[in-house]
C-alpha cells in the first residue's frame, strides 16, 4: 500500500542560503519550512478520506473544479512550490541551451524578449500568484500568470498546458529582503533558473505529446 506516502514532502533540494544574494536564507527558510509545509499538512488534511487519496495529483488538478477550493488552495500550494524549488539553483547558468534554447526564440523571438514577457507576467499579476511559462497540448510554448495557487494544469486555468518553469510572486517569496519591490525579486530570479531542469521538463513534456 502506497497510499500513505503518496505524497510526499518532498526536501528543499539545496541549502537554505544556496540561492543568496538573490533569494534570501530567511526568506527560503520561512518560504519553504512555513508556508510550503502549511500547504502540504493543508493537503493532507483536504483529501483524507476521500478518493483523491489515491489518485495522481495532476488527475486532481484535471478535476480540480469538482473539489473543495481547500483542495483547489493547497493541492496548488503544494504543487507549485515544490516546482518552483526545484527550477531555481545556485549559480544558474542564466541561459537555457539546445532544443528548449531553439523553441524559446522561435516562440518569443528572443531569449531577452522571452525574459521581459515572462518578467511582465510577474510584475502584472494583481494581488498573490505565479508567472508560467508553459507547454500546449500541440507543443507551443506560452507564458501566463494564475491567481493565488492556481497552475496551468487546472482544470479552470484560462490556458491549459504542462508548466516548465514557475516564479511565485507572492509577497511572501521576496517581501524580506525585497519589500514592495517585486521588479527588483523578479530580475534577481533569472540568476538562479535551472535551465537543465527546465529542459528535462521540456523533453519529458515533449515526449508525454509524442512530439519529436
Ligand atoms: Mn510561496
Known amino acids: ?4 506516502i503518496k505524497f510526499e514532502f518532498q526536501p528543499l533540494p539545496y541549502s537554505y542560503d544556496a540561492l543568496e544574494p538573490f533569494i534570501d536564507k530567511m526568506t527560503v527558510e520561512i518560504h519553504y519550512s512555513k508556508h510550503h509545509k502549511a500547504y502540504y499538512d493543508n493537503f493532507i488534511n483536504a483529501i483524507k478520506g476521500t478518493e483523491m487519496e489515491s489518485m495522481d495529483i495532476k488527475d486532481i488538478f484535471r478535476n ?19 516546482f518552483y524549488w526545484e527550477n531555481m539553483k545556485a549559480h544558474g547558468r542564466g541561459q537555457p541551451t539546445g532544443k528548449l534554447s531553439d523553441a524559446i526564440t522561435k516562440s518569443f523571438t528572443s531569449f531577452d524578449e522571452f525574459k521581459k514577457q515572462f518578467s511582465d507576467a510577474g510584475k502584472t499579476r494583481f494581488g ?11 507543443g507551443n510554448l506560452f507564458i501566463c500568470s494564475t491567481p493565488n495557487q492556481d497552475n496551468p494544469l487546472m482544470d479552470i486555468a484560462e490556458k491549459k498546458g504542462i508548466p516548465l518553469l514557475t516564479m511565485d ?16 525579486y523578479i530580475d534577481a530570479f533569472w540568476n538562479i533558473v ?4 527546465v529542459a528535462r521538463r ?11
Do not use: C
Open 169 to 184: 510572486v507572492w509577497e511572501h517569496a521576496y517581501y524580506l529582503k525585497y519589500q514592495n519591490k517585486r521588479p527588483d
Open 64 to 82: 480540480i473544479s469538482k473539489y473543495p477550493v481547500a483542495v483547489r488552495n493547497n493541492s496548488g500550494g503544494y504543487f507549485n512550490h515544490t
Open 202 to 212: 521540456y523533453e519529458t513534456a515533449l515526449k508525454s505529446l509524442n512530439i519529436k
Open 128 to 138: 498573490s500568484g505565479w508567472a508560467w511559462l508553459f507547454l500546449d497540448d500541440k
Open 1 to 4: 500500500m502506497k497510499t500513505q
Open 194 to 197: 535551472n535551465w537543465e531542469e
